[in-house]
């Protein structure tokens, strides 16, 4: 093994971020908006939704920093004394930039990139892997690059657990007598990335169709959620406005999985556990959500098999 080889590798685990505090909601939503400082009742509404699902305390950070910890458990259970793992956030600290410097610092010279979102848009995970590619180059970091997972057999079966475990719950509620429907779901992209041929939409229907498949469930669609307010128009349905054609087709119980989602933040905890089910309570549905991956096993397994993947196919094993 050459000196090379036998350094540590390093592995920047990217996600969106979350602020840490209260205190740390405006910097955070200026920097969602390019430096632009929201408008006050903007900052109201955000600081309202955190509130409501929180109550000004920040579990949400713990989750992503969990995850990075669970992978780092599992490479070095797989690949003792041999990966290092970086936090890198996009909108928060450690920002992308400061995880890869990080890295430098530690003498890292080969690194993976990957992604806690397993389906791939230039809009999202590529956006993330173009900052970690630039500040790598200029740092002198040789960056590979886990660019999705979304068909990961270990992320497959976790997920078709969960809806199997949600759609039970559901059928104990109601003693198997209701329609149930379930609600694959994702967080909506300007619709412009249909006409680049980004591979997001069908990657999450794909994912959707095998869980469906695996689960046993022909009673099935695809929704979105969590749309920008912009002026541009977004991907739809949104769930709220799937949810009522539902009542109207005689569906009495939803199960939600959104597997574009890996862990607990503010788009499950309020845009699914709060607005959802308080939309699905008016229309007289039950509404049951599946528990997230957050540091499930299996879900580590697919980051850890994705890293050791992306590493074997450029000959680095």
């Known amino acids: 093994m050459s000196e090379r080889e036998s350094k540590r ?12 505090s209260m205190d740390d909601v405006e910097a955070y939503y200026t920097h969602i908006r390019r430096g632009r400082a929201p408008e006050p009742e903007q900052l109201a509404e955000l600081k309202g939704r955190y509130e409501a699902i929180v109550g000004g305390v920040f579990p949400l ?14 490479l070095e259970q797989l690949a003792p004394g041999r990966f290092a793992c970086y936090q890198g956030l996009k909108h928060a600290r450690p920002y992308i930039e400061d995880g890869v410097e990080q890295m430098a610092k530690d003498g890292i010279t ?7 979102a397993p389906h791939y848009s230039t809009m999202s995970v590529g956006s993330y892997m173009k900052r970690a590619r630039e500040k790598s180059a200029e740092l002198g970091i040789d960056l590979l690059e886990v660019k999705s997972y979304h068909l990961h057999p270990k992320l497959l079966q976790a ?3 969960r809806v ?11 003693a198997g007598a209701e329609r149930t429907k379930v609600l694959f779901s994702a967080h909506s992209l300007p619709e412009k990335i249909r006409e680049l041929g980004d591979p997001y939409e069908q990657q999450l ?5 095998a869980v469906a498949a695996a689960a046993g469930v022909t009673d099935w669609q695809f929704t979105w959620q969590s749309a920008g307010r912009t002026r541009e128009p977004w991907l739809g349905p949104d769930i709220l406005e799937t949810l009522p054609v539902l009542a109207e ?7 939600v999985a959104p597997i574009g989602f890996v862990s607990d933040h503010l788009e499950v905890l309020y845009d699914l556990d709060i607005e959802a089910q308080a939309a699905a309570k008016e229309l007289n549905m039950r509404l049951e959500r599946i528990a997230m991956l957050n540091r499930d096993p299996l879900y580590m397994e697919t980051l850890a098999d994705s890293v050791l993947s992306a590493l074997e196919g450029a000959g680095k094993e």
């Open 9 to 20: 590798i390093g592995v920047l685990v990217m996600s969106y971020g979350t602020p840490e």
């Open 61 to 74: 950070r713990e989750n992503t920093d969990g995850q990075v910890a669970g992978l780092q458990d599992k």
């Open 110 to 116: 080969q690194a993976v990139g990957i992604v806690l």
């Open 159 to 161: 997920l078709t657990e």
């Open 164 to 174: 199997q475990h949600g759609l039970n719950t559901l059928a104990e509620q109601a």
């Open 205 to 209: 229907l794909e994912t959707s169709a």
């Open 249 to 255: 087709d005689g569906v009495k119980a939803v199960l």
